[in-house]
C-alpha cells in the first residue's frame, strides 16, 4: 500500500470516525438533520435538549474514549518494544488491575484523589511483574506472562476484598470499573485525565527513537548512547501515568494495548517513529467504533470493557500459537 495514501487515510479516519460518532446515539428525539445543522452552526441552537444531549453527553464521551483509544494502543506498543516482548501490554503486566484496585480503594476508603492511587498500585504491579520474572538480568516471554497473571490475580482478589466491604452505593460505582464503562463521561471526567494522558503520552512520543535502539537489545541501545535502565523506567512511569489515569475513569479495558500495536505494524511497519503517532490515531478510532457499536447495537449499553475482551482473548491466543509460546 502507498505509504502517502497511508498516512492520509490515517490521519483522516480519526475525523470521520469522531463527526459520525455524534450522530449515534440511542436518544430519538431530534433527526441527524438536526444533528448536522447544530454542528456546522457552531453549536448553536435553541433547542436546549439538542443542546444538552450533544455538549453535555455525546462529545465528553467521544473524547474521553479516542483519548483512552489511543492511550491503550501507545501504552502497549511502548511496553512491547521496551521489554522486546509481543505479547505484554498495561493488562498482561497487571496495570490496569492494580491501577483499577488502588482507584477503588481511593473511591471506597481513602480521601487521597483517585488518580494519584490509580497511578501508585499500577505501578507497584507493574514493578512487581518485571521484578517476579527477571532471572540473570533477563527477562523471559513465558515468566514474565505468568507473573503478569499472578501480579493481576492478587490485585484482583485485592479488588474484591474491597468489594466485598464496601457499602452497596460505592460497590456500584466501583463494579462498573472492572467491566470497563464509558456511560458515566462527562467534561469533569475528560479535565482530570487530559493532564496526565497529555504528560504520559507525550514522553512516549519523544522517546519513540529510542524505543527502536531498546527493542534491539540492551547492549546495542547501550552504543547508541542511550542510558537503559534509566530510559526503561521513565518510559515505565510514562506508561503506569498514562494508562492509570485512563483506568480511574473508564475501569478496565483488558487487552485492548495487545491487539492494537501488532494491528498497526502489520499496517506501517516496525519502526516506532512511525507506528507510535499512528497507534494513537488507530487506537482512538477503533475503541470509539467499539464504544458505537455497545450503545448503539444492543437494546442496553454494553460494557466496553467486554467487548474488547471477548475480541482481544482469541487474538492473543492467535499470538501464542503464532509466536511458539511454550516451556522451551
Known amino acids: 500500500m502507498n505509504k502517502t495514501f497511508l498516512k492520509i487515510l490515517f490521519y483522516l479516519i480519526p475525523a470521520i470516525v469522531i463527526v459520525a460518532s455524534v450522530f449515534i446515539g440511542s436518544s430519538t428525539l431530534f433527526s441527524k438533520k438536526e444533528i448536522f445543522e447544530y454542528i456546522f452552526s457552531g453549536f448553536q441552537t435553541s433547542n436546549q435538549t439538542l443542546d444538552s444531549i450533544i455538549f453535555n453527553i455525546r462529545i465528553p464521551r467521544i473524547l474521553i474514549t479516542f483519548m483512552i483509544g489511543g492511550t491503550l494502543a501507545m501504552s502497549g506498543n511502548s511496553l512491547q518494544a521496551t521489554l522486546k516482548n509481543p505479547l505484554v501490554c498495561p493488562y498482561i503486566l497487571g496495570l490496569s488491575s492494580g491501577a483499577a484496585f488502588g482507584a477503588a480503594l481511593s473511591l471506597a476508603y481513602l480521601t487521597i484523589p483517585i488518580q494519584i492511587s490509580a497511578f501508585v498500585f499500577g505501578f507497584i504491579a507493574v514493578l512487581l511483574t518485571y521484578i517476579i520474572s527477571m532471572k540473570k538480568n533477563n527477562v523471559s516471554t513465558v515468566t514474565i506472562i505468568l507473573a503478569g497473571v499472578v501480579v493481576s490475580g492478587i490485585f484482583t482478589a485485592l479488588l474484591t476484598i474491597v468489594q466485598f466491604f464496601s457499602d452497596p452505593f460505592k460497590l456500584q460505582s466501583i463494579v462498573s470499573w472492572t467491566m470497563g464503562n464509558l ?96 497507534n494513537f490515531l488507530f487506537g482512538g ?27 482481544g482473548a482469541p487474538f492473543f491466543i492467535y499470538l501464542m500459537k503464532k509466536n511458539n509460546i511454550g516451556w522451551e
Request: no cysteine; aromatic share 12%.
Open 183 to 278: 456511560h458515566n463521561s462527562s467534561w469533569e471526567k475528560f479535565k482530570i485525565a487530559f493532564i496526565p494522558i497529555l504528560v504520559g503520552t507525550t514522553i512516549l512520543y519523544f522517546y519513540k527513537w529510542k524505543l527502536n535502539a531498546i527493542a534491539l537489545g540492551d547492549e546495542e541501545a547501550k552504543t547508541s548512547g542511550i542510558n537503559v535502565k534509566r530510559d526503561k523506567l521513565i518510559i515505565l512511569f510514562a506508561v503506569t501515568l498514562a494508562t492509570s489515569s485512563a483506568v480511574a475513569i473508564s475501569g478496565v479495558i483488558g487487552l485492548f494495548g495487545l491487539i492494537i500495536p501488532h494491528i498497526t505494524r502489520m499496517l506501517v511497519g516496525v519502526d516506532n517513529r512511525i507506528s507510535m503517532p499512528f
Open 285 to 311: 478510532s477503533f475503541l470509539l467504533i467499539i464504544d458505537d457499536f455497545s450503545r448503539s447495537f444492543f437494546d442496553f449499553e454494553m460494557p466496553i470493557g467486554v467487548l474488547t475482551m471477548l475480541i
